[in-house]
C-alpha cells in the first residue's frame, strides 16, 4: 500500500506565479480531501470530493483557488495568482466511503512559500 | 457547518499524564478518531473510539467519550518527550477535524 502521494513536497516560488500542488490518492478510495495547515489558524479543510465530484467547497479561500479531480487516482489543487499569505503547508487525504470506521489517510503534505 | 474545538496549545514534564480535549457538534458522528503529527509529516491515525463507547484503553493511551455533553478527550500517562507533537480530534459525521492541539513535553 503506497499510501497518499503529494507533490512537489516543498515548492517556493515568487508571488503572482501559479502553483500547483498535486495527489493521487489510496487506489480503491472514494474520498479525497485537501487541507491547508498554518500555525495562525490550524488545520483548516477548503474541499473534498466524493467520487471525482466536488461535494464542499466553502473552505476554499478565495476565486485564486481551484481543485479538480479529473479522475479517481489524480487530483489537483492550483493557486493563482500566488499571494505570500498562501504560505502554508497543504494535505490532501483520502478515504473509503461509508458509515463506519473509515478514518483519513494523510500524505505527507506539501510545504508551500510565497516570496 | 459543523464545528470540531480543541485548545491549541499544552505544556506538560515529562512523566506527568497529559489530557487533550475537544467538544464536537455531529451528534451523527459513530466514530471519533485521535490523530498525531510530528514535525514535518502528515497525520497519522492513533486511536479511535466507536461512538456507543464510554472508554476506551490502548496502552498508555486512554479515550473518553461524553455522548451528551459531545466531549472527547485523550489521555496519554507517562508521558514522554517523544509524546510532544499535534494532535487533532475529528469526527465521521461530517468528516471534520480540530485545528490541532500542539503538546509540549518538557524534561
Known amino acids: 500500500d503506497a499510501g497518499v502521494i503529494q507533490s512537489p513536497r516543498h515548492e517556493v516560488t515568487e508571488m503572482g506565479q501559479e502553483v500547483t500542488l498535486r495527489c493521487k490518492p489510496i487506489?480503491?478510495?472514494?474520498?479525497l480531501f485537501w487541507y491547508r495547515q498554518t500555525m495562525m489558524r490550524g488545520l483548516e479543510l477548503l474541499i473534498y470530493?466524493?467520487?471525482?465530484?466536488?461535494?464542499?467547497d466553502s473552505g476554499m479561500p478565495e476565486d485564486r483557488f481551484s481543485a479538480k479531480m479529473p479522475n479517481a487516482s489524480f487530483s489537483t489543487l492550483k493557486i493563482q495568482p500566488s499571494e505570500p499569505r498562501d504560505s502554508a503547508v497543504y494535505f490532501c487525504?483520502?478515504?473509503?466511503?461509508?458509515?463506519?470506521?473509515?478514518?483519513?489517510?494523510f500524505g505527507d503534505g506539501t510545504r508551500l512559500s510565497i516570496l | 457547518g459543523e464545528d470540531v474545538e480543541q485548545s491549541l496549545f499544552l505544556s506538560v514534564r515529562e512523566g506527568d499524564s497529559s489530557v487533550i480535549n475537544c467538544t464536537y457538534t455531529?451528534?451523527?458522528?459513530?466514530?471519533l478518531y485521535w490523530y498525531k503529527q510530528e514535525p514535518g509529516a502528515g497525520l497519522q491515525l492513533l486511536t479511535y473510539i466507536f461512538s456507543n463507547m464510554d472508554m476506551k484503553q490502548d496502552q498508555r493511551l486512554t479515550v473518553l467519550l461524553n455522548k451528551k455533553d459531545k466531549h472527547l478527550s485523550l489521555r496519554i500517562a507517562d508521558t514522554q518527550t517523544g509524546d510532544s507533537a499535534i494532535y487533532f480530534c475529528?469526527?465521521?459525521?461530517?468528516?471534520?477535524f480540530g485545528a490541532g492541539t500542539r503538546l509540549t513535553v518538557k524534561p
Open positions: 487525504a483520502s478515504s473509503l466511503e461509508g458509515v463506519g470506521y473509515q478514518p483519513q489517510h
Open positions: 455531529d451528534s451523527s458522528s459513530t466514530y
Open positions: 487506489s480503491g478510495h472514494d474520498y
Open positions: 475529528a469526527e465521521n459525521g461530517d468528516m471534520r
Open positions: 470530493f466524493n467520487n471525482n465530484v466536488p461535494i464542499d
